[in-house]
T-cell receptor
Framework: RKEVEQDPGPFNVPEGATVAFNCTYS??????FFWYRQDCRKEPKLLMS???SGNEDGRFTAQLNRASQYISLLIRDSKLSDSATYLC?????????????FGAGTRLFVKA | TAGITQAPTSQILAAGRSMTLRCTQD?????MYWYRQDLGLGLRLIHY???????GKGEVPDGYSVSRANTDDFPLTLASAVPSQTSVYFC???????????FGEGSWLTVV
């Protein structure tokens, strides 16, 4: 089992739709979590951190479920410009020291 | 703001040749990283450095070496390139290990 798993998609949604991605992680000692956005042929960029209490930034909502070991990203009122790959990132302790793991990404296409 | 600068942006390299990818950051971050990103495999850590003067091996270190003589620079060297090293390489940094990671724009390397 991969340490961080994401549904690769692609998710094809119309403009205005609500779409949600999940990301599961295997290390229960994981301490911090992030969502990154990556556009085609560009570098990943931080979208938002994921807090235990959940957090919202405009149309984006991130949540953490420690009991089930997953994080989620909800995008409301999708825009064409939301088309990208979304990477989840999990930071946590390991026997070899602190470890940052990136998921392989979920591709989103928003259509007019 | 410059952030992280990588060079070259792209390169075609003959198999067996050596190559150094340069990375400089101006954020005075302690931690720096080199990742490669391949389709379907996501970002994989090659080498990292927690602070100037120290380096460590990541998930896929074979065929690569790094040095961290000072805070700002973290070059990645391929001693004898092979076609399987064709990839996009991202240099990244964070204030400390476990903090938000910021990426350079990437170096696209093709080994023929």
């Amino acid at each position: 089992r991969k340490e961080v798993e994401q549904d690769p998609g692609p998710f094809n949604v119309p403009e205005g739709a609500t779409v949600a991605f999940n990301c599961t992680y295997s290390n229960s000692a994981s301490q911090s979590f992030f969502w990154y956005r990556q556009d085609c042929r560009k570098e990943p960029k931080l979208l938002m951190s994921v807090y235990s209490s959940g957090n919202e930034d405009g149309r984006f909502t991130a949540q953490l479920n420690r009991a089930s070991q997953y994080i989620s990203l909800l995008i409301r009122d999708s825009k064409l410009s939301d088309s990208a790959t979304y990477l989840c990132v999990v930071n946590g302790g390991s026997t070899g020291g602190f470890k940052t793991i990136f998921g392989a990404g979920t591709r989103l296409f928003v259509k007019a | 703001t410059a952030g992280i600068t990588q060079a070259p942006t792209s390169q075609i390299l003959a198999a067996g040749r050596s190559m150094t990818l340069r990375c400089t950051q101006d954020m005075r971050h302690n931690a720096m990283y080199w990742y490669r990103q391949d389709l379907g495999l996501g970002l994989r850590l090659i080498h990292y450095s927690n602070t100037a003067g120290t380096t460590g091996k990541g998930e896929v270190p074979d065929g690569y070496s790094v040095s961290r003589a000072n805070t700002d620079d973290f070059p990645l060297t391929l001693a004898s390139a092979v076609p399987s090293q064709t990839s996009v390489y991202f240099c990244a940094s964070s204030a400390e290990v476990g903090n938000t990671i910021y990426f350079g724009e990437g170096s696209w390397l093709t080994v023929v």
